[in-house]
């Protein structure tokens, strides 16, 4: 046995490394700017005219590997299948995370399109961490054909890689083999050989159910060896191996033990003389933290193992580079460090039979923390949903890898050392990462694209107002409620979220009243210029591979969504929210009230017993002593409350001592999140607030607010309605619904279509909650789970449920 040198390898931050190398310097500039990583949730991947595609938006800060909290900008693009922009939108996000639709209406006439994500940030990297999912519109797909003219041989491909890049002579060589189909999907193998010169077997091999596998082969100086896979159809498919180096080193990654991952770089005897005193670099790294050491060959030694504890390592992908002298990089291989703290819990869900023929799906939340989910309902047994990533494989392993990932989820989902060996075998075949290193060393990236934050807006007028003059703006869907000052003949509103063509409405404040005022707006850029995209490589012709009925009466009554407007009008005193509070509200018609000069909503709430609180930076409401006291609720003893703001009957959670946040709705939408909206929302603004105890398992009170009409404001300040329509801004964000199909027995609904569609399922700590739906005559469901934790815990679940 050849003897082998071990050396220790010590861990670096990207933001604390001492060393002044070119390598750590590159290294550290080149990641030293986050990424944005978006993944799109979608209800599904094949849509009927007249429905629309609906998406859950999540991003990704990668440094942290958390929901990104600070950017609020996300494009979504529709591009044909060659590439082509078919129409954009941009999408608010809020904590990382939101929500929209697109239309399949009339205008989209080809069978395929593509779907990406994207932010502005994001193009000031070379690696492009898009997300990209094809979609199909069945009205347009065609009946499926018969093969083409091709071989059938020409329908499969079989690839082998040398683990690291290429092969050494006279030396074992651990070698990753693939084998996939014309839909690009792995097939696992009757049988696999490797074969000498003379024809004879010397080695045999396996695939897994993903076409993956490897075989360690020692390779001879000047032979070749015939790569044979035997396909269960009886089809033979051949490879030669690539050229084998006669002088070089090799790598070898063993990562089957759970404390240490082992690094051996190995030699033969003909390179010993070229390599004797020369200086090696191992990088073990993944664009956050990386470990360095580096190792001289001896002229005497042919292997160099070098270990690393994996509980100095971030779980996840991790990059390992050989560099060699010139600091020049020779060998990269993938690898996947698994950690048991980032397993969670099994989500508990279940079906309850509701009055009305509806069901209540049931989510239990079962880690100490708060999760963020969405949930798609679909028939079982549907066809139409075939998405290319999921949530781990989005910010999992895209980041890092540039191939597709065929069921990326089987890997992250009660993960055993199985499915660990077949991720290794998968990384194994990836070859080099997507971080080039020629980019690294000599192109660090630069912010010529900004971080976007909001809009930007500006008013100018034509007629000269005076310095510090007051100007009140408002739009018709509450995104703009503010008293701006006027500088230069100017109003500026920053960071705004105004919605694409919602009507805003300016007024001067005089003495007097106010007046009503019309400036010329510009607005900061609300498009992200790519006409023109790459797309992945076209598949065969999108086909059925069944016979659908006639698409054009799918639905009872077909109208395309562009054409249907839907719209809810809130009658006073009879306000949703204040009817399922489940308690004995107090009730203040605003327009009663002596309103003083610049009061606020919250200042108003607040003086009628509640607090505000920061709660890991965004502001809560909590009820004061007082406010439980006349509410009469039963308190309960904080363990570690702060005794200078707590009172011994304020109600907390009961488990580590923070208020219970009171749950606060403006115009029936929650924002008790963060009531930052209603900081600057004036007190004359509001035509109704609705305040006290509630029956809510979740909450010890509760606070309506509803807002007035643009004809309120109009009729109470005296002028004209004069509304500039924004022609740029977010997309608006419409409440879930489906045409009415013929038949919820059919195949088209139940191979296509869609039961229910869950974009904000956010669950605090341990809760439990319920959300209802129609059935749509159905039994037998697949509930499809996306989400993420605070922490940043991912969640990719497909359950099937039946009717109880």
């Known amino acids: 046995?050849?003897?082998?040198?071990?050396?220790?390898?010590?861990?670096?931050?990207?933001?604390?490394?001492?060393?002044?190398?070119?390598?750590?310097?590159?290294?550290?500039?080149?990641?030293e700017n986050t990424r944005e990583i978006p993944f799109l949730h979608l209800n599904k991947t094949s849509f009927f005219k007249g429905e629309e595609i609906w998406f859950k938006a999540y991003l990704l800060e990668q440094n942290s590997q958390k929901l990104h909290k600070t950017s609020s900008n996300l494009y979504i693009s529709l591009y044909d299948k060659e590439g082509v922009l078919q129409q954009q939108q941009l999408v608010a996000l809020k904590n990382g995370m939101g929500s929209g639709s697109i239309a399949v209406d009339s205008t989209l006439q080809k069978a395929t399109y593509f779907i990406k994500a994207s932010t502005n940030w994001m193009r000031n990297f070379e690696e492009d961490h898009s997300y990209l999912q094809e979609i199909n519109i069945i009205n347009n797909m065609q009946a499926q054909k018969t093969a083409t003219k091709l071989g059938q041989k020409q329908f499969y491909e079989f690839k082998i890689f040398p683990e690291g890049g290429h092969l050494l002579a006279n030396n074992f060589n651990n070698?990753?083999?693939?084998?996939?189909?014309?839909?690009?999907?792995?097939?696992?193998?009757?049988?696999?050989?490797?074969?000498?010169?003379?024809?004879?077997?010397?080695?045999?091999?396996?695939t897994n159910n993903f076409g993956l596998g490897n075989a360690v082969l020692f390779m001879r100086s000047g032979k070749k060896y015939l790569f044979e896979v035997q396909l269960e159809s009886g089809i033979v498919l051949t490879q030669e191996n690539p050229i084998i180096q006669e002088r070089g080193i090799g790598i070898r990654v063993v990562n089957s033990n759970s404390n240490r991952l082992t690094v051996t770089v190995k030699t033969n005897k003909n390179s010993l003389p070229l390599l004797k005193g020369k200086s090696y670099t191992l990088l073990i790294h993944n664009t956050r933290q990386f470990q360095q050491q580096e190792f001289t060959f001896?002229?005497?030694?042919?292997?160099?193992?070098?270990?690393?504890?994996?509980?100095?390592?971030?779980?996840?992908?991790h990059i390992v580079t050989v560099f060699n002298e010139k600091n020049t990089p020779v060998m990269e291989r993938l690898v996947y460090v698994h950690k048991e703290s980032q397993k969670s819990k099994a989500l508990e869900l279940s079906l309850n039979q509701h009055p009305k023929d509806s069901l209540a799906l049931q989510i239990q939340n079962p880690l100490n923390e708060r999760l963020f989910l969405s949930a798609s309902i679909l028939p079982k047994g549907h066809k139409g949903n075939r998405p290319k990533q999921d949530i781990f494989s989005s910010f999992v392993l895209s980041p890092y890898v540039k191939g597709a990932i065929q069921n990326s989820e089987y890997y992250f989902k009660n993960t055993n050392p199985k499915k660990l060996r077949d991720l290794d075998l998968l990384l194994l075949t990836q070859g080099w990462s997507k971080y080039n290193w020629d980019h690294i060393f000599n192109s660090p990236p630069s912010t010529v694209f900004a971080f976007e934050n909001g809009i930007d807006i500006t008013g100018k007028f034509n007629q000269q107002l005076p310095n510090n003059s007051k100007v009140l703006v408002f739009s018709d869907d509450g995104s703009l409620l503010r008293e701006l000052p006027v500088t230069d003949n100017q109003i500026k509103f920053p960071k705004s979220f105004i919605t694409k063509n919602a009507k805003m409405t300016f007024a001067l404040k005089k003495k007097q009243g106010y007046k009503a005022i019309t400036p010329i707006l510009q607005f900061s850029d609300c498009f992200l210029a790519e006409s023109q995209v790459k797309l992945p490589e076209e598949s065969p012709t999108v086909t059925l591979n069944y016979k659908l009925n006639n698409l054009e009466k799918v639905f009872k009554k077909h109208e395309l969504l562009d054409e249907v407007t839907i719209s809810k009008k809130r009658t006073t005193n009879n306000n949703p929210g204040y009817h399922n509070a489940g308690g004995m509200l107090k009730y203040q018609k605003v327009d009663r009230l002596i309103v003083g000069s610049g009061e606020t909503v919250l200042g108003f709430v607040m003086f009628k017993g509640f607090q505000v609180i920061d709660n890991e930076g965004q502001l809560q409401l909590k009820p004061r002593g007082m406010m439980h006291n006349r509410m009469s609720l039963t308190p309960k003893n904080p363990k570690n409350a702060d005794p200078e703001t707590t009172s011994p009957d304020i109600a907390t959670d009961g488990q580590d001592g923070l208020f219970t946040p009171v749950r606060v709705f403006l115009d029936d939408v929650e924002i008790s999140h963060d009531i930052r909206i209603i900081e600057s929302m004036y007190l004359d603004e509001a035509d109704e607030i609705f305040f006290g105890p509630v029956l809510d398992m979740r909450s010890r009170a509760h606070v309506y607010i509803y807002s007035k009409t643009p004809e309120q404001l109009a009729k109470k300040r005296n002028y004209r309605d004069r509304s500039v329509v924004a022609k740029s801004g977010f997309a608006k964000v419409k409440q879930y619904y489906s045409p009415e199909f013929k038949s919820y027995l059919s195949n088209e609904f139940q191979h296509f279509g869609a039961v229910h569609w869950e974009p904000e399922v956010h669950l605090s700590k341990n809760q439990k909650i319920s959300y209802s739906f129609d059935p749509k005559l159905q039994e037998h469901f697949e509930i499809h789970l996306q989400g993420i934790s605070e922490s940043g815990i991912l969640i990719s679940k497909k359950v099937v449920l039946t009717l109880p």
């Open 1 to 31: 046995m050849k003897k082998i040198l071990f050396f220790g390898i010590l861990l670096m931050g990207l933001q604390s490394v001492a060393q002044k190398s070119t390598l750590s310097e590159a290294y550290n500039n080149y990641f």
């Open 175 to 206: 070698i990753g083999i693939l084998v996939k189909d014309q839909n690009n999907k792995g097939l696992k193998i009757a049988k696999g050989l490797i074969k000498d010169e003379k024809g004879v077997v010397i080695k045999e091999f396996s």
């Open 298 to 317: 001896n002229g005497k030694d042919l292997q160099y193992a070098l270990l690393v504890e994996k509980e100095k390592m971030h779980p996840g992908i």
